[in-house]
């Protein structure tokens, strides 16, 4: 208990110390006043125009009503005129995180834009909450209700929807990247049976589906205390964005502090980061998410079992799902024939060997020559999506793997 109290103080501190901590997550966050007035025209104008590269923003609806926003980067710099039809791959960013995560290396460092001058058809999905996804058909954002998901919801709408989309404008089965969370929504997913006519290959980097051993500071708190329900949906409530008052609470402590070394403690001993783009990133990300997420992902933790939100009690477990105990997510249903890449770090705090041991345990039925693990000893959890060096150590990989399939 005393852990609980102890994240509940300072949550409560922060919020009440930190002047800059608020629901709205997103007006704070614009690194350069100039572009401001560009915001409404979202990543596309922030971050891929600018670099020479054409960008296509769109709207994608979830079944449930959230207003998705998605980009596109049909091609490359140089792209070839007389290229036949490209093919697409979706990216899915992870957990306090949005589409920018793919944009803030340069060019020759970024895998977004590698990608697209490597010929393919690049869409990069924005989960509901982040900042250019944040509306819906009828709740505001600044509501209970809008807020009312977990993972769940991630697996059962976002992803498929962001899906659908790509494959009724392309007419083409997509290649996936997700990284940290957005893989356990991929493989979640397709435990299901969902997406798997849609997609030609998954690539999962960082994966996160057990987190039983994360070591992360961040992930403790997250874990062991946000487990603290109490302090959640008694004292603060499920409308107040709990990873929003971290962040500025992190962004606080960064004042102070080394911002490197703060990522590092975070989430592993990134050995390949850029300081400036740590900065770009601390300014664009750390973006918000539901509550129930949270603890939903605290639930695993704890639980080391995939499955479904557990509500509190028997009674209500039943009223949503006709069990007593929320269904699990078995990750040997995923198609065994479906081409999988799984590329994991030594130092990765989050995504922890053991757990990915566990992971690559539950694929034993896949065919082994659809299931290709590509270890990097020294990548930690943001290395995978901003390490300076992740072309050579990683992505080319990446390309020749999607080449194959
Ligand atoms: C780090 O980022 C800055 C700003 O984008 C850039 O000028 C510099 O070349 C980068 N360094 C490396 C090693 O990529
Ligand atoms: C998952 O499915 C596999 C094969 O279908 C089965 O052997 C295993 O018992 C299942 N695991 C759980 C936790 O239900």
């Given at each position: 208990m005393a852990s609980y109290g102890f994240a509940c103080a300072i949550i409560i501190a922060s919020t009440l110390l930190l002047?800059?901590?608020?629901?709205?997550?997103?007006?704070?966050?614009?690194?350069?006043?100039?572009?401001l007035s560009d915001v409404?025209?979202?990543p596309c104008t922030l971050?891929?125009?600018?670099?020479?590269y054409k960008c296509e923003e769109y709207e994608v609806r979830t079944q449930d009503g959230y207003i998705l926003s998605m980009q596109r980067?049909?091609?490359?710099?140089?792209?070839?005129?007389?290229?036949?039809k490209k093919q697409p791959i979706l990216l899915q960013h992870g957990i306090l995180?949005?589409?920018?995560t793919w944009l803030l290396n340069s060019p020759e460092e970024s895998l977004a834009f590698i990608l697209a001058d490597n010929g393919f058809d690049v869409w990069i999905a924005n989960t509901r909450g982040t900042r250019w996804s944040q509306r819906h058909v009828s709740l505001d954002?600044?509501?209970?209700d809008y807020w009312a998901w977990s993972w769940d919801e991630l697996v059962m709408h976002d992803l498929p929807s962001n899906v659908d989309f790509v494959y009724s404008k392309t007419g083409l089965k997509l290649h996936y990247v997700g990284h940290s969370l957005g893989t356990l929504v991929a493989l979640a997913s397709l435990s299901e049976g969902k997406l798997v006519d849609k997609l030609k290959s998954a690539v999962l980097l960082?994966?996160?589906?057990?987190?039983?051993?994360?070591?992360t500071p961040l992930g403790i708190l997250c874990a062991r205390a946000f487990v603290g329900e109490v302090c959640f949906h008694y004292?603060?409530?499920?409308?107040?964005?709990i990873l929003e008052i971290i962040a500025n609470f992190l962004k606080a402590l960064c004042t102070h502090l080394d911002c490197y070394d703060l990522m590092k403690t975070i989430?592993?001993?990134?050995?390949?980061?850029n300081a400036s783009t740590v900065e770009l990133f601390l300014e664009y990300e750390l973006q918000p998410t539901s509550t129930k997420t949270m603890v939903h992902l605290a639930q695993t933790f704890r639980g080391g079992i995939l499955a479904k939100y557990n509500y509190q009690n028997k009674e209500q477990n039943m009223e949503h799902y006709g069990q007593s105990e929320p269904p699990v997510y078995n990750?040997?249903?995923?198609?065994?024939?479906l081409p999988l890449f799984v590329g994991y770090g030594g130092q990765d705090s989050i995504s922890d060997g053991r757990d990915v041991d566990h992971l690559l345990n539950d694929l034993k039925f896949h065919e082994t020559d659809k299931l290709k693990s590509h270890f990097v000893?020294?990548?930690?959890?943001i290395d995978f999506v901003m390490g300076i060096s992740a072309k050579t150590m990683l992505y080319n990989d990446v390309i020749s793997f999607f080449n194959l399939v």
């Open positions: 002047p800059s901590t608020r629901i709205e997550p997103a007006k704070a966050r614009v690194l350069n006043p100039s572009l409404s025209d979202g971050m891929v125009k600018s670099r020479g980067i049909p091609e490359g710099r140089n792209s070839d005129k007389n290229g036949g995180m949005d589409g920018i954002s600044s509501t209970r960082s994966p996160v589906a057990y987190l039983t051993h994360m070591t004292l603060i409530n499920d409308i107040i964005l989430t592993g001993n990134n050995c390949c980061l990750i040997s249903n995923v198609p065994h024939n000893k020294d990548y930690a959890h």
